[in-house]
C-alpha cells in the first residue's frame, strides 16, 4: 500500500459533483482526508459525498454558489464546522458557454467569467482569511490550495474566448496568490488538466470522438481520475513548490512556463515609431515561437 500523504487533512473541493471534481474527491477520501464535495447541483454533490462514505471515507456535501461572497465564506466555515479546520482548497468549480467573440453575448461573457474567476477568488480569498488568522494565532497550518486553469487560457482556444480569458486570469491569480500568501503557510499552485468531462464531451463531435474512453483495455489518457494524483499530492504537506501551473493528461506532467522575457533591444534613448517595424523583426525572429491557440490554422 502507497503513503497516504492526506491523512487527517481537511480538503473542500469545489465542482465534485461530476468529472474531474468528483475524481478530486475521491482521491483525497481514499488518501485519508476528509471531504467536503461542493457543487451547485448539491444533488450531484451528495451523491459523490454518500459514495465516499460508504466506501468508508469521510466527507459532506455542499450546494454554495462558489462566486457569492456569503456563500463562500460558509463553505468554508462548513469544513471547519463539520471537521474542525481546513487544510486544503481546490478550485474546479466552472461551466462553457462557447461562441466566437463577435457573437459573444455579455451574459456568457459575465457568467463565465463570474464562475471560473470569481468562484476561484471568494473560496480562496475566505480560506486565506482563515489561514492567516491561524497563523497569526500560532496555530499556522500547511494550508495548500490548487486552482484549475486550462490550456485554453494559456495559449487560447478559438471560439472560447470567455473561458480562455477567465483561465487566464486564474494563472495569474495563482502566482499572484503565491505571492502574497507564502508567509502565513500558504502554497498555490494551479493545474490545466486535460480530461473526458461533461463540457468537452458536449464542445463537438470531433472532440468527443478524441475524449472517448478506448474499447481495447488500453490506457485511457482521458479518464478524469488521471488528473488527482498530482493534484492530491499539491494539496498535501509533500508539496515543496508554489505559485507554478502544471498541465497534465494521463499519464504526462508537464511545466508551463508562459510568461518569460524573450528577445530585447535597448536603444538607449526614445524610440522613433519608424524604427520600430525593423526592431520588432529581429525581436520576434530571435524568440520561441509562441504555441498556436487552439482551433487556429
Known sequence: MSEKLSTDRVVIVTGAGQGIGRAHAL???????????????????QAVADEIVAAGGKAV??????????????????????????DTVINNAGFVRD???????????????????????????????YWRAQSKAG??????????????????SVGQGNYSAAKAA???????AAAEMGGYGIAVNAIAPSARTAMTMGAGEA???????????????????????????LGSPACDVSGRVFEVEGGTITVLDAWQRAASKDKGARWEPAEIGPVVSELIADSPEPVKAYGAR
Request: glycine letters at 8%; a negative charge.
Open 207 to 233: 472532440m468527443a470522438a478524441q475524449m472517448a474512453a478506448p474499447t481495447d483495455g488500453s490506457f485511457d489518457v482521458m479518464d478524469p481520475a488521471n488528473v488527482s494524483p498530482l493534484v492530491v499530492w
Open 99 to 129: 461562441r466566437m467573440l463577435v457573437s459573444l453575448s455579455e451574459d456568457e461573457w459575465d457568467s463565465v467569467v463570474r464562475v471560473h474567476l470569481k468562484g476561484h477568488f471568494v473560496v480562496l480569498r475566505h480560506a486565506a482569511e
Open 27 to 45: 482521491a483525497f477520501a481514499a488518501d485519508g482526508a476528509s471531504v467536503v464535495v461542493n457543487d451547485f447541483n448539491v444533488d450531484a454533490a
Open 139 to 156: 496555530a499556522q497550518r500547511v494550508a495548500r490550495v490548487v486552482n484549475t486553469s486550462s490550456g485554453a487560457g494559456i495559449f487560447g
Open 61 to 86: 456535501a455542499n450546494g454554495a454558489d462558489v462566486a457569492d461572497w456569503e456563500a463562500g465564506a460558509e463553505l468554508v466555515a462548513t469544513a471547519i464546522r463539520e471537521f474542525g479546520g481546513l
Open 170 to 176: 486564474i494563472a495569474e491569480l495563482t502566482i499572484q
